[in-house]
């Protein structure tokens, strides 16, 4: 059965520094999002993307967070300056479309800033 | 920003009988939810879901019951098994787009079947 894939799992990394999730939607699946989930809270929507273009993004996904899908293949989740608050489970999830209407999601990053 | 509430926070039921896991909602404009399945450290894992337009939903042992005036649904787990031991998040979706915006969660329920 087909699904989602992210990579890392677990991802340390220093305040300031740069990170990049990486997630390889569904095949023909066309609707792509991230989510997270802080230790202890409820899990978040950030952005979702489609056609190549941010469809919509809530308040936490400011300026320094950006999401790409360089190949047809990969759908990435670039964080420019971290902090420590965004330290937290970062989801990938992927939505066919059409008659189908599910999102079903990546196993998750751990991604732990110090 | 509580448009998606489980206030149980904790279930615990024994084996063989039924789970009944709540969730209630504000929004009026969302039609399709959905119940994930969640273990520790893994990401959710999608169970069954209900449009707007019907009341019930059922696959196997799961059923997601929707009462749209009183902005409530439940899932029946019937019968429970040690399993399904896990924390189960109602999520909601709505508005132009319909199913493919975003998902609102609540804040999970943890299920502890009991052998």
């Known amino acids: 059965e087909p699904e989602v894939t992210q990579t890392p799992s677990h991802q340390v990394t220093q305040m300031g520094q740069e990170v990049i999730l990486r997630c390889v939607p569904i095949s023909n699946h066309l609707y792509f999002y991230w989510y997270r989930q802080i230790l202890g809270q409820k899990v978040e929507f950030l952005v979702s993307f489609y056609n190549n273009e941010i469809s919509e993004k809530s308040e936490i996904f400011d300026d320094q967070f950006s999401v790409e899908r360089p190949d047809g293949s990969n759908f990435t989740l670039k964080i420019r300056s971290t902090k420590l608050e965004d330290s937290a489970m970062y989801f990938c999830a992927s939505l066919r479309g059409r008659e189908t209407d599910t999102q079903y999601f990546g196993p998750g990053t751990r991604l732990t800033v110090l | 920003d509580q448009q998606v509430k489980q206030n149980s926070p904790s279930l615990s039921v024994q084996e063989g009988r039924i789970s009944i896991l709540n969730c209630d909602y504000t929004n009026s404009m969302f039609d399709y939810f959905l119940w994930y399945k969640k273990y520790p450290a893994e990401g959710p894992t999608f169970l069954i879901s209900?449009?707007?337009?019907?009341d019930k939903n059922e696959d196997g042992r799961f059923t997601v019951f929707l009462n749209k005036s009183a902005k409530h649904l439940s899932l029946h787990i019937v019968p429970s098994q040690p399993g399904d031991s896990a924390v189960y998040f109602c999520a909601a979706s709505g508005g132009y787009g319909g199913a493919t915006n975003k998902l609102i969660f609540g804040t999970g329920t943890l299920l502890a079947v009991q052998p």
């Open positions: 209900i449009s707007s337009i019907k």
